[in-house]
């Protein structure tokens, strides 16, 4: 045996490529697991990639063209019909300039530059983005100002878009998803998805503009509905205020504030119908569960569109606090609850009398002829109090 194969023999077998990694980061490939942008980690923070709106539409035989090319990220809706009447869009080989048409994606190829879109290729994205004040609400290519769509960072998103609008200067909750069934849930005013915002108007705001807001006001495109109003805190200088509304017209809660003659200086989204801001600072963003996403839609209803709501009052101090709540809820005010009976007062068992009472001590008097502060002196052994200097 040579020396060479014996040293070879004492080192063991060679071990060829990477080291394999062990421990808790570990996958069962052996490689390291890295953490996917927006995902929270723990159970039950998976990513939704679908919403049963979104599902219920699958059974429908026909869809519309250029709602089908929306659903696949080619273009907005009106950008897809362009591109229809530019003859762009090939169905079946053939080029399609007539707009409205349906398809069926089952049966019918559709063709866009060379691409076959095939039916259900896209995955559902969505998002909730706490936006910062100034940045556009908008999928505009040209716009040179922040969008929110570029605030998601996320390198699948596809093409997105807001849920709704929130104007350039005001901040908070928005959603952001390429599912139309599911943005024309959440987004209109005949589903009642509640929207609550917090606003800051100059001035102190008097009792009657309260109620003009709560029971709607008349704007250019007409009267808006109920709203819910509850005061947090008023002085000379503003006042605070929440507000919860069901309808998303343009920059409708900055023009029923200058109709009651308040001007707002701050304007925030903290609530969209069961979601809220906790946890998630401006700027930053976060994808939503499948429950969070069933949650809203179960929320969204006609019924609950048409449902009034309900207001409870009660007093308030003086400091011009809290006036008047409402309910949220669509269901109507609870009965109020019966008064309790008073317990009867006690009584001791019979054969069994409760033992006398001790006789109070005597309240301290000095004796005759000395003041009060003679118990004083007499603890101290009769010596005098002590003087302080000046």
Request: proline content about 7%.
């Amino acid at each position: 045996m040579s020396s060479e194969s014996r040293k070879q023999k004492r080192a063991g077998p060679r071990r060829t490529g990477a080291k394999r990694a062990t421990g808790r980061g570990a996958s069962k490939s052996g490689g390291i697991r890295h953490k996917q942008p927006g995902r929270s980690s723990g159970p039950g923070r998976y990513p939704a990639r679908s919403s049963s709106a979104r599902e219920a539409k699958r059974d429908e035989p026909l869809v519309r063209l250029n709602k089908y090319l929306a659903d696949h990220g080619i273009a907005s809706r009106r950008g897809c019909d362009k591109l229809i009447e530019d003859g762009k869009v090939m169905l079946d080989g053939e080029p399609v300039v007539l707009l409205g048409t349906k398809i069926d994606p089952t049966k019918q190829v559709v063709e866009v530059g060379g691409i076959v879109l095939r039916p259900d290729q896209a995955v559902r994205r969505y998002y909730l983005l706490n936006k910062p004040s100034g940045v556009l609400c908008t999928n505009e290519r040209r716009e040179m100002r922040p969008r929110a769509v570029d605030l998601i960072t996320a390198r699948d998103k596809g093409r997105i878009y807001t849920v709704g609008r929130l104007d350039e200067l005001s901040k908070g909750l928005i959603l952001l998803t390429n599912d139309g069934e599911f943005a024309h849930r959440v987004a209109h005013p005949r589903y009642g998805v509640l929207k609550t915002y917090l606003v800051r108007v100059q001035g102190k705001i008097d009792d009657d503009s309260v109620q003009k807001l709560r029971q709607g006001v008349h704007l250019s495109d007409g009267k808006t509905g109920e709203a819910r109003v509850l005061i947090k805190r008023r002085t000379p200088r503003s006042s605070t205020l929440s507000i919860t509304i069901r309808e998303g017209k343009n920059r409708e809660v900055r023009r029923i504030f200058a109709r009651v003659g308040s001007k707002v200086i701050d304007l925030a989204r903290t609530n969209i119908g069961p979601l809220n801001a906790r946890g998630l600072k401006v700027g930053h963003w976060r994808t939503l569960t499948r429950r969070e996403v069933e949650g809203l839609l179960t929320e969204s209803s006609a019924e609950a569109g048409r449902q009034p709501l309900h207001v409870r009052r009660f007093e308030s101090g003086e400091d011009g606090g809290d006036r008047e709540s409402t309910r949220v809820s669509g269901k109507p005010a609870s009965k109020p609850k019966p008064a309790r009976k008073p317990k009867p007062a006690w009584k001791p068992k019979p054969g069994r009398e409760p033992k006398p009472g001790r006789e109070p001590k005597p309240a301290w008097k000095p004796k005759p002829g000395r003041g009060a502060g003679a118990k004083a002196s007499a603890r101290r052994g009769g010596r005098p109090p002590k003087l302080r200097k000046r």
